[in-house]
């Protein structure tokens, strides 16, 4: 493993592309330091100290790395760009014009990826505007979990002038980060969005292993990092699963030649879905949280403080076993609806008809898409609970040792062992391609 690890450094173009990530990462986690202008240090302290909690704010200062809790100039993340994809992703199924640009190669994927940049700025001047409005006036409380509201704003003199100046500062910062990871893409090596995603996550683990030990909870850390330890390897275990659908091509004859004949596989990934499901559900859980804000009331005996007080207690606190029941649930729906996107079973029976292929035992055309779509259903149901159980065990955990500051730990190795391996594998690919022994076995 250590000649293996060696041989990394060996090769200058793979040395180059390593050290070109580490110089981006490095960037990135430079700007997480650097705070927005003007707003309260105070204000920011609190802030914090909130999104040490789980819930909402936990969720939004997961993938951004820290940068939320700070209010930096990365406090958006990468998450506008991760929904931009998951909405040009949903419209190809819809739109036909988008569908057609999928199916035309690099041309049709540059333009693609476009789109997707103009939807990331949209929605990040959305989301810029909305966190300064509420935050900068004091009105972030919703977003913390159930306890004292926090009502100082982040902008003490007011949203003008210095929040006109936060919002597009907020929106720059996140097209800087989306600059970064398509560098880290063309002159680095593995998918540069899930780098940063995996260096926002990966920052967070140490603080959310110290909140654990430091009010003295030995056991409860131990067991931590036991469960920790487990939820690597069950997900390296279902990352690396497949059903693998036999193919076999028909032998053509073109000119003198005998062609094709051989056989193959369409492999169908346990977990084809990753770490989508859980992003979905989130977002979705984030509702409930902007409708109490909206819909609390001044007056603690009235109708609305009421639902508000319901929903930050059962809806939107993680302690709570109705909320990890439902994002269970919303987990599990999500990872059908995302399938049944990503993998279109009368798509792959027409290209497979068109090549000349066929599953043995199976007629092509409408006999072939029935098998595919119950395959892939069949599939997708062990995958969903598999992710369901790795977000929401954590929680279980630490509601067990009355522990409220480690947010999203399932979500957090499931995100960075997957990407973990998917580098692995282009190392590896590239260490084979030059005669290596590569670290895939």
Do not use: C, H
């Amino acid at each position: 493993m250590l000649s293996n690890l060696l041989n990394v450094f060996k090769i200058s173009d793979l040395r180059n592309k390593l050290l070109f990530v580490v110089l981006m990462v490095a960037v990135y986690r430079l700007g997480v330091a650097i705070r927005v202008p003007g707003v309260d240090a105070i204000a920011i302290e609190q802030l914090r100290a909130s999104a040490d909690q789980q819930g909402a704010l936990g969720f939004l200062n997961l993938f951004s790395g820290g940068a939320f809790e700070s209010f930096s100039i990365f406090a958006l993340g990468i998450m506008p760009y991760i929904t931009a994809s998951i909405i040009m992703q949903v419209l190809g199924v819809v739109i036909p014009k988008l569908e057609e640009l999928q199916q035309e190669g690099a041309v049709g994927q540059r333009k693609i990826t476009q789109y997707t940049r103009y939807v990331t700025i949209g929605l990040a001047t959305l989301q810029a505007t909305g966190l300064v409005f509420i935050f900068g006036t004091g009105q972030g409380q919703a977003f913390f979990t159930s306890g004292p509201p926090t009502n100082v704003p982040l902008l003490s003199g007011g949203i003008w002038p210095r929040g006109y100046l936060i919002i597009p500062t907020l929106v720059a910062g996140t097209a800087v980060l989306m600059w970064l990871g398509e560098l880290i893409s063309q002159r680095g090596i593995g998918n540069g969005m899930s780098m940063i995603i995996f260096a926002s996550v990966v920052a967070s683990l140490p603080g959310g292993f110290w909140g654990i030990f430091q009010p003295n909870k030995e056991f409860w850390f131990v067991a931590m990092i036991l469960l920790t330890v487990g939820i690597v390897v069950a997900v390296v275990f279902f990352e690396l699963g497949q059903r693998r659908i036999p193919v076999q091509f028909a032998k053509r004859v073109v000119g003198r030649r005998m062609m094709g004949g051989q056989n193959t596989y369409i492999p169908l990934k346990v977990n084809q879905s990753g770490v989508i499901p859980i992003i979905f559900a989130s977002s979705i859980l984030l509702l409930p949280v902007i409708f109490a804000n909206v819909l609390g009331g001044s007056d603690p005996d009235s109708w609305r403080s009421s639902v508000q007080s319901w929903i930050t207690e059962y809806i939107v606190n993680p302690s709570n076993l109705v909320y990890i029941t439902i994002f269970a649930l919303l987990i599990v729906a999500f990872a059908y609806f995302y399938n049944s996107i990503a993998f279109d079973p009368i798509r792959q029976a027409d290209q497979l008809r068109k090549q000349g292929g066929f599953i043995p035992g199976v007629r092509p055309g409408p006999q072939t898409e029935k098998y595919l779509g119950k395959a892939v259903n069949r599939i997708t149901l062990p995958g969903a609970v598999f992710i369901a159980i790795i977000a929401i065990l954590p929680y279980l955990l630490l509601l067990a040792a009355g522990i409220n500051t480690f947010g999203f730990a399932g979500t957090s190795v499931l995100i960075s062992v997957g990407v973990a391996l998917e580098l692995m594998r282009q190392i590896d690919s590239q260490l084979t391609l030059r005669n290596y022994e590569g670290f895939l076995k």
